[in-house]
């Protein structure tokens, strides 16, 4: 990204068109991080019901079938549960090993966000600059 006040003065159509660029990488991003968001919602969920296992043995759930149609179902004392690991492939894990997976997938997320949050801030920086006139520096 260039700093205030180097580079070259770009015409007004260059200036427009390297504005609307940075708007749309603006709003992948913020799309991107909505998305992850609703991600880590739904990780510290599973992380909380694996947590909570014993204390939801023997009560009564909803176990999805599919575009939203449930059947009720009764939750057993488990020691292992079942996780998707991509691709439509499920794996059996002991609750402490699903735990730990869980864990993982919430770190990577939050590094994820950290760095989408990082890109977003250089964006908002590039597009004042941008506003100003400023050429970016072209990228090595």
Do not use: H, W
């Amino acid at each position: 990204m260039a700093e205030k006040g180097s580079g070259r003065k770009m015409s007004n159509e260059e200036i427009a068109y390297v504005e609307r660029v940075y708007q749309n990488q603006y709003a992948m991003i913020g799309n991107a991080i909505n998305a992850s968001l609703e991600e880590l919602q739904q990780l510290n969920s599973a992380s909380k019901s694996l947590e909570d296992m014993d204390k939801l043995a023997g009560k009564e759930s909803f176990a999805s079938i599919g575009a939203d149609f449930y059947v009720r179902s009764q939750i057993k004392k488990e020691t292992k549960t079942i996780i998707g690991v991509g691709g439509g492939f499920l794996v059996e894990k002991e609750i402490d090993e699903a735990k730990q997976t869980v864990k993982k997938r919430i770190d990577a997320k939050n590094e994820m966000m950290n760095k989408l949050i990082k890109n977003r801030r250089e964006l908002e920086t590039a597009m004042v600059d941008i506003q100003s006139g400023i050429a970016p520096e072209p990228s090595e």
